[in-house]
C-alpha cells in the first residue's frame, strides 16, 4: 500500500495520469448560484471517463504495480463505479481484472464492467461475502488486490481531481466533496492543504448514511450500520487509510436530506442540462438545505459523476 499520500505524490500521479483520463470542464450556473447566495463552480466529473471520478484513483493504482505484480492481474470488489473504471485501468495496461459484485447489482453496472473487459464473479450483497470472495480470488490467482477507497494509491489518483480545479479557479474560498468511504475526500484534503493552507474543505454525506459525520464528530471511526440512502456510491464505511487523514484535514461535515438529492439533481439537470447521480449532488443539496454558510463565498463542488440508474431512481421519485 506503501506511504501516506503527499501533494508530491498526487502532482506524480497527476502526471502519470495524463494519457489516460479526461482532463474535465468546469463549469458554472446562474441558478444555482442565486439560489444559494454564492458563486459554485462544479468540477464536472460526469465527465470523466466511465463516468466517475473513480478511473483517476484506479488508473493510478494499476500503474503504480510493478512487472510482477501486473502480470498477476488486478481483482476488486465493487457494485458500481470503482468495478467499472479498474476494468478500463487494467484494459489499458493489458491485464486481467477480476470483479466481485453483489447478486442484486443492476444490469447497467454489469453491462459496465463487462464493456471495459472486467472479469465478473457474484457474491451474496453483503461486505462480508465481498471483501472474503474477492480475496479467495487474490489467493488462487495470485492477482492484486485494488480496494475501491481505502487504498493509498486511489487516495492519490482521487486528489488530481482538485488539482485541476485549483489550477482554473486558483481563488476558491472553499471546496465540497462527496462522501462515502473517503477516497476523494482524502485526496481532495492532501492536495487543497498542500497547496492552500486557508482552503476549506467541507465533505458531503447523506444524512441516512452519515458515518463520516459522526466519526468527525466523535474523533473515532463510527462504522455504518444501515445505509437507506439514493446515493448508492456513498453506501460505505470510511477505512482506516481514509479516516486519519479527514480527522486531521476536514474543516466539516455536512448532511443532506434525500428529499434535498433529489432537489439538486433536478435542478442541475434541469439547469444546467448535465446528467449526474445521486452521491455527486449531496454536497449541493448540503448547500440549498443551508448545512453551510457560503454566502458571498467561492465555492468548489466535485460533481463525482453522472451514471444515473433510472430504473433505481424511478422508487424514490
Known sequence: MGQPPTLETIRQAERRLLPYIHRTPVLTCSATNDRVGARLFF???NFQKTGAFKIRGASNAVLSLDPAQAE????????????AALSLAAQNRGVSASIVMPSNTSAVKQAAVRTYGGKITFCRPTLQDREETAR????????TLIHPYNDFRMIEGHGTAVLELLEEIP???????????????????????????????????????????????????????????IADGLRTSLGDKT???IREL???MALATEK????????????????????AA????????NQVDVSGRRVGIILSGGNLDLGALSAWM
Open 282 to 289: 449531496v454536497p449541493l443539496a448540503a448547500l440549498l438545505e
Open 260 to 279: 434535498g438529492i433529489l432537489e439538486a439533481m433536478r435542478l442541475v439537470m434541469e439547469r444546467m442540462k448535465i446528467v449526474i447521480e445521486p452521491s
Open 171 to 229: 481563488d476558491l474560498d472553499m471546496v465540497m466533496v462527496p462522501t462515502g468511504g473517503g477516497g476523494l475526500l482524502s485526496g481532495t484534503l492532501i492536495a487543497a492543504k498542500g497547496l492552500r493552507k486557508d482552503l476549506q474543505v467541507i465533505g458531503a454525506e447523506p444524512s441516512q448514511a452519515d458515518d463520516a459525520y459522526r466519526s468527525w464528530k466523535a474523533g473515532e471511526l463510527v462504522p455504518l450500520e444501515t445505509a437507506n440512502t
Open 243 to 245: 479516516f486519519p487523514i
Open 72 to 83: 498477476g492481474g488486478v481483482v476488486t470488489h465493487s457494485s458500481g463505479n470503482h468495478g
Open 136 to 143: 479467495e480470488i487474490e489467493l488462487q490467482t495470485g492477482a
Open 43 to 45: 468540477k464536472c466529473e
Open 250 to 252: 476536514v474543516d466539516g
